[in-house]
């Protein structure tokens, strides 16, 4: 199996495409039905940077609005490898009506078939938004995307500003979260294509691929059973409890510079494809924000567009508080992730390995926001808070030893799984080692789940 770290280049890729799509029609952009790595078939669309930089004229804006038009009928995957600068500008208006006319055709493949953008050179303006509706976005090292570039930003605030400094791979890998993937060069950039591919159907219609592994399905993570630190503030690598349940140890990691107190992976457990959302103590104490919100709800979505099981792993203390982020709409955000969990449909497996507290509770998968199968930690604690903030507000005229012992009578009370379990909220109380075991045999279980919602034209989710 690919390595997470290290995936397998594969050369089939930069060959001509099987089959063209409007063959030989002026301009930057090209298309055509392609095979990759596994024998997958995809639609392609290359921009030429040397024509006119990549500007998406008229009828190169065509090429591409058919080209997302037939992956959407013949349900292929969509690959855009583009570099452009933009539409053209010498063609005035007509350009950017073709753009429309792109962005709509792009925009009616979603959640039908899978798209990936590759970003291996300039996307600004019109190109930069199409980047921005794709599932996953690729990006190497020396390319860059904004709306608006560096004289405009000059024109309009006074400030001078560079193309990587505004939108280069790193502050989209780090900052906006649009980098999905970070590649050094382009050949890097396809095996991470082939890579993201391994996980995902062709389209909405059909089941994820078992994924072939040597991998025991009963085998125990006995390593689990002493990652956690010994103070229940101490922090940990969540990264190391993806690793230890996931096939062979790897795991493909999205937006992993982006919003660190929150990991989403693409892995499998047991040859089946999986989503993994889990807090990740080492950032913030696993708490949620904004970004970490929207993060983890595009995620979600995105798994359950195309029928990818969820397993979320919970270690959180809660939202993290702060004037700034009320203002910046904390609850607009966090509602997000609420709505996209409460939609889900897919197979969803919670594991609770120690904080679960408030919100946050409810926010991460819950039994009531529908999860199928919830299992928790001995070390697992659910309540509305921590003993710690309990006493604060209800023994804020308490002596310290009235304190103290509160705190010991609410831990043993309140913040241990069994409570939760006697009450329907867990379905079982489980041994960390036994973690990929459990979620195997949740994931076996719940193969045969399909599960729609009463027929509406869409729904109106929080933004």
Known sequence: MTSVHEPALHADVADEPRVHLQRKVPGAVSAGV?????????????????????????????????????????????????????????????????????????????GVVPSIA???????????????????????SDSYAFVSGPT????????????????????????????SLVASDIQHAHA???????????????????????????????????ILPSSSTGSYDVRKVIESIADDGAYLEL???????????????????????????????????????????????????FNIAIVTLVDTPGFYPGKDLEWRGMIRHGAQLVFAYGR????????ILRKSYGGAYIVMDSKRMG?????????AELAVMGAGQAAAILQRRATPDERAEFERDYEERLLNPYVAAERGYVDAVIAPAETRSEVLAALDMLSSKREKFPKRKHDNGPL
């Open 255 to 305: 937006r992993s510079g982006w919003a660190g107190n929150i990991v989403t992976a693409l892995a499998s457990i047991g040859g089946h494809s999986v989503g993994i959302v889990a807090n990740q103590p080492l950032a913030l104490a696993g708490t949620l924000d904004i970004q970490a919100s929207q993060k983890a709800a595009r995620f979600v979505a995105f798994c359950d567009a």
């Open 344 to 351: 889900a449909t897919v197979p969803r497996v919670c594991v």
């Open 192 to 226: 991470l294509l082939d890579e993201v591919l391994r996980y995902l159907p062709n389209h909405v219609d059909e089941l994820t691929a078992m994924i072939e592994t040597g991998d025991p399905v009963n085998r125990t993570c006995d390593e689990l059973n002493t």
């Open 34 to 110: 392609r095979v990759v790595a596994g024998g997958r078939r995809v639609v392609w669309v290359e921009f030429d940077d040397s024509v006119h930089k990549g500007a998406l004229s008229r009828a190169a804006s065509q090429v591409l609005t058919n080209a997302a038009n037939t992956a959407r009928d013949k349900r292929l995957p969509l690959v855009l490898s583009l570099a452009s600068s933009g539409a053209d500008i010498l063609e005035g208006v007509a350009a950017l009506d073709g753009w429309g006319q792109a962005a709509r055709a792009i925009s009616r493949c979603s």
């Open 118 to 140: 590759i970003v291996h050179g300039p996307a600004v303006s019109g190109p930069a938004l199409l980047i921005g509706l794709c599932d996953v976005v690729i990006m190497t």
């Open 371 to 379: 999860n199928d199968i919830c299992l928790a930690w001995p070390t």
């Open 152 to 179: 405009m930003v000059a024109q309009m605030t006074g400030i001078e500003v560079s193309n990587e400094e505004l939108g280069g791979t790193d502050i989209h890998a780090r900052e906006s979260g649009v980098a």
